[in-house]
């Protein structure tokens, strides 16, 4: 559509997506772009917010973990600047504690990676829970429990490595290996 100035007028729905994955960004940004969403790429929390001053997106889809801040900051900013903003935190490092995090910050969904663009286009829609999600009958593995303990204790520290280690009395170091595996599946 053109607008009085001659211009093309783009008004398809903005879509913010940060990860700092280049080629997953490249392959997803195409995606969403056939599927109605005028896509702008950041790669980090500081690169998505110099995006985002003078136009606050519709809808975002934002990584968890990435250099620098965690994704879940980003999420309490884009709702400071419009709280309509339909979001949804994509990871792979889910956890209960962060999944919770992200839904109190605003999110409006969370997502464990690998996701199709099908499955985040529905999330971004999704205005309610689903009540006939299957409730598992097998209990978290003692590994993820782990992994669940202490995704809660580093967001109760507010994601300080030095003072999540002391909190679970271990080595600074024998957490960031922890920290740096993925999570092991139930």
């Not at 999944?99 to 605003?106: C, D, H, N, P």
């Not at 663009?117 to 782990?146: F, Y």
Request: proline share 4%; aromatic share 4%; net charge positive.
């Amino acid at each position: 559509m053109m607008d009085t100035g001659g211009a093309q007028r783009d008004d398809r729905p903005r879509l913010l997506l940060v990860d700092d994955d280049a080629t997953f960004c490249s392959v997803l940004s195409r995606a969403l772009e056939k599927r109605g969403f005028h896509v702008r790429v950041a790669q980090t929390v500081a690169e998505a917010l110099s995006r985002i001053e003078d136009s606050p997106p519709e809808y975002a889809v934002i990584d968890l973990k990435m250099p620098g801040q965690s994704g879940l900051a980003l999420v309490s900013k884009l709702k400071a600047l419009d709280e309509r903003t339909r979001i949804v935190v994509l990871t792979g490092y889910a956890s209960i504690a962060t999944a919770v995090e992200a839904i109190k910050l605003g999110a409006a969904y969370y997502l464990s990676k690998p996701a199709d663009a099908d499955d985040i286009v529905a999330a971004l829609h999704r205005d309610s829970g689903d009540e006939s999600v299957p409730v598992s009958e097998k209990p978290l593995s003692v590994d993820r429990l782990a992994w669940e303990h202490i995704s809660r204790v580093l967001s109760e520290h507010h994601g300080n490595v030095s003072a999540t280690a002391r909190a679970l009395g271990m080595y600074r170091r024998t957490l960031q290996r922890k920290l740096n595996k993925r999570p092991v599946r139930n």
